[in-house]
Nanobody, 124 residues
């Protein structure tokens, strides 16, 4: 099973919270990441987490978002607090299958499996 399946998106008011999930099967044991893409903008790295739980965050979400994994459930999470209208985007989970460590930074080209995305809309 190599599919990644995101869920948990929705429409919320600014200041509220959402938690995204990604059913990841075997991917959950390797480097995984969240990216997002707003209309008309390039895909942006949000956060990643390696097999030991070490994390990296994009500057725009530091202090507000938390990435985590449940290896027993093979699920990746993104807890989002203090949401802003500029967080509105399609959110994707991605994996670098068979890599325990995540590469430096948050770059699309480093990840070789992608989910279909879940939409997050934040209204002011």
């Amino acid at each position: 099973q190599t599919r990644l399946l995101e869920s948990g998106g929705g429409s919320v008011q600014a200041g509220r919270s959402l938690r995204l999930s990604c059913a990841a099967s075997v991917h959950a044991h390797f480097c995984m990441a969240w990216f997002r893409q707003a209309p008309g903008k390039e895909r942006e790295g949000v956060a990643n987490i390696d097999s030991d739980g070490r994390t990296t965050y994009g500057d725009s979400v530091k202090g507000r978002f938390t990435v985590s994994k449940d290896n027993a459930e093979n699920t990746l999470y993104l807890q989002m607090h203090s949401l802003k209208p500029e967080d509105t985007a399609m959110y994707y989970c991605a994996s670098k299958l068979f890599s325990s460590r995540c590469p430096p930074g948050l770059y699309n080209h480093d990840y070789n499996y992608w989910g279909q995305g879940t939409q997050v809309t934040v209204s002011s």
